[in-house]
């Protein structure tokens, strides 16, 4: 299969879009820093929230997400359990599956990091 060539236009689009994507990861990153927060942690909450679900997301679905490693995301909602920020606790029917809930400390911290991003994204969208 031939490889389709690319105009000069589309590559700068490709460009402009990675360095925009880039300008918003570091400014998430830092606004989850100025809040006390890992930026992992940011995005663990966020991805709590923001998963439409009867039940709370598994420690499973979480690493999908968060494109982690299971041991990695197991780690991250241990660390975010310590600081208050989600809670555990086992599914009724399968009790090896853990479920994440956030904390009212965590919805607090994650609406007020929203609230930043949502202006961040409105400054930057074009006109």
Known sequence: MAVPDLAPDEYRALAELRYRIRRFLRFSERAARAAGLEPQQHQLLLVIKGLRSEAD??????????????????ELVRRAVQRGLVTTHRGPVDRRTVHVRLTGAGEAALHRLSIEHIAELRSEAPN
């Open 57 to 74: 997301p598994t420690v499973g679905e979480l690493a999908e997400r968060l494109q982690l490693a299971g041991n990695s995301a197991q």
